[in-house]
């Protein structure tokens, strides 16, 4: 397709599991973001990609949480020993170049995540 | 600490009449301004966008209003249509090395009446 594909769509895992949501950017996009967004609330920011390096990850809750985006194109949220708090929708976004100012953010259908 | 609000819950306007919703922010170290509008199990689609230098920006039916001394910006939509009924999000971001990170606010929901 020619948006943003996020797997899987939903997600259901026990406390204390490891889980790995997967993004897919729009094609010769450069910038990939993850954004977290929990219940009544809005998007919230986790970490940028620029190519295939992390530019700034100060989102990131905790070292539980690690994201990786190895070939500059698909990108994988990691989380470890996952807690009842990390529940939330996970939403991917990609753009051509990294800042709002310079082009619209396009977002995924997101990864809705349950932790039991 | 919300650095961008959006105090209203919910709206509901009857159709063809205008929809104002409103968005605040503490950071004066924002300067662009984007509004993002979500279905139900869909993601945020962008809609529209305003730079700091600017106090108006229209498209089509939808025009943003920046109110920079007040802190306060509003999107105006009319007339409204019942296909304009989703959550609205207020975003902002800075300039230059942190532009890229947008803080939302919690969202707005709106419902247009046929």
């Known amino acids: 397709g020619a948006g943003v594909s996020q797997t899987p769509s939903n997600k259901v895992t026990e406390k204390g599991k490891y889980v790995e949501l997967r993004c897919d950017p729009i094609s010769g996009h450069t910038a990939l973001y993850w954004y977290r967004q929990s219940l009544g609330q809005g998007p919230e920011f986790l970490i940028y990609f620029q190519g295939t390096g992390a530019a700034d990850d100060s989102g990131l809750p905790n070292d539980r949480f690690f994201a990786v985006r190895p070939e500059g194109s698909v990108s994988t949220l990691k989380i470890q020993r996952t807690e009842r708090g990390d529940s939330a929708v996970y939403l991917c976004?990609?753009?051509?170049?990294?800042?709002?100012?310079?082009?619209?953010?396009?977002f995924g259908e997101g990864s809705r995540l349950t932790v039991l | 600490d919300q650095q961008v609000k959006q105090n209203s819950p919910s709206l509901s306007v009857q159709e063809g009449r205008i929809s104002i919703l409103n968005c605040d922010y503490t950071?004066?170290?924002?300067?662009?301004f984007l509004w993002y509008k979500k279905y139900p199990a869909e993601g945020p689609t962008f809609l529209i966008s305003i730079s700091s230098i600017k106090d108006k920006n229209e498209d089509g039916r939808f025009t943003v209003f920046l109110n920079k001394s007040a802190k306060h910006l509003s999107l105006h939509i009319v007339p409204s249509q019942p296909g304009d009924s989703a959550v609205y999000f207020c975003?902002?971001?800075?300039?230059?090395?942190?532009?890229?990170?947008?803080?939302f606010g919690k969202g707005t929901k709106l419902s247009v009446i046929p």
């Open positions: 950071n004066s170290m924002f300067d662009y």
């Open positions: 975003a902002a971001s800075g300039s230059g090395a942190g532009s890229y990170q947008l803080t």
């Open positions: 976004a990609s753009s051509q170049s990294g800042g709002s100012g310079t082009g619209e953010l396009f």
